[in-house]
């Protein structure tokens, strides 16, 4: 079982940076897992925002965050990360961290391949 604990979440101005953190804890060491960031806005399904390789090598971005988001991390501390700059309004939304225990350097980016979810960290941006 692996658990997924978000922070770093907040209330920010249009322009400004956060960087959201995702500790993963449990008995599978995150060099075995692919993980990926998700979001989602009231009223909205809950979309890919970016995703990592277990070795951290490659990842994939949604075209809405392409050039303002970097999504890293680091497997000595179990921790993956979300550096978000240039926030806009639009990017408010309940941010997830998500883990599924892989065999390969896969790049997972749909909901349905993800077996295990944090609790979620709340971006709200004001215009």
């Known amino acids: 079982q692996v658990q997924l604990v978000e922070s770093g979440g907040g209330l920010v101005q249009a322009g400004a940076s956060l960087r959201l953190s995702c500790a993963a804890s449990?008995?599978?060491?995150?060099?075995?897992?692919?993980m990926g960031w998700f979001r989602q806005a009231p009223g909205k399904e809950r979309e890919l925002v970016a995703a990592?390789?277990?070795?951290?090598?490659?990842?994939h971005y949604a075209d809405s965050v392409k050039s303002r988001f970097t999504i890293s991390r680091d497997n000595a501390k179990n921790t993956m990360y979300l550096q978000m700059n240039s926030l806009k309004p639009e990017d408010t939304a309940e941010y997830y961290c998500?883990?599924?225990?892989?065999?390969?350097?896969?790049?997972?980016?749909?909901?349905?391949?993800?077996?295990?979810w944090g609790q979620g960290t709340q971006v709200t941006v004001s215009s």
């Open positions: 998500a883990a599924k225990v892989v065999f390969s350097g896969m790049i997972l980016t749909a909901q349905g391949d993800y077996e295990y």
């Open positions: 449990g008995r599978t060491a995150s060099t075995n897992m692919a």
């Open positions: 990592i390789t277990r070795s951290g090598s490659f990842t």
